[in-house]
């Protein structure tokens, strides 16, 4: 693929293996849009969701796109009284990404990340590789070479 992603070039640089997928040419914006167009299981397709704690520590959150994050649940497993979402205008400065194309990898900085341990029941999950129109497709053990993450159950 010759449009190449900051996430790409990141696993790329690290030597890991990944399937890149293409829906510019699409309209889809939703996630359970893109997993229809790419032909791919939403259960196994994961967004990425930015927070923000009662402490004013940021968390990231990766659920299956067809699922939404409980947000006591999430703030239980990042041992916060409450959290809540980013105003999507917050997201650019905070993470270097925009609403739609929020990657869990390559931020600005990292922040404590976990996936919703659905993810465990798949060889390999999908989510954004940075960019709308852009999804990279790698294992957990693979991700985990890239950035820190804890699985716990986080959706609704």
């Known amino acids: 693929m010759k449009d190449k992603t900051n996430v790409m070039r990141i696993l790329d640089q690290k030597k890991i293996n990944y399937k890149s997928y293409n829906y510019s040419s699409t309209t889809a914006i939703s996630g359970v849009e893109v997993a229809s167009v790419l032909e791919i299981n939403p259960n196994q397709t994961f ?18 796109v067809n699922k939404e994050l409980d947000l006591k649940k999430a703030a239980l497993s990042v041992k916060e009284k409450s959290i809540e979402m980013v105003k999507s205008k917050e997201l650019l400065n905070l993470t270097g990404y925009i609403h739609g194309g929020c990657s869990p990898i390559g931020m600005k900085k990292f922040f404590k990340t976990t996936i919703d341990s659905s993810a465990s029941s798949f060889e390999t999950i999908i989510f954004s590789a940075g960019k709308i129109g852009y999804q990279v497709e790698l294992s957990l053990n693979d991700l985990r070479k890239v950035i820190n993450f804890n699985l716990d159950e986080i959706t609704m």
């Open 47 to 64: 967004k990425t969701l930015v927070t923000i704690g009662n402490s004013k520590n940021h968390y990231v959150f990766l659920v299956p």
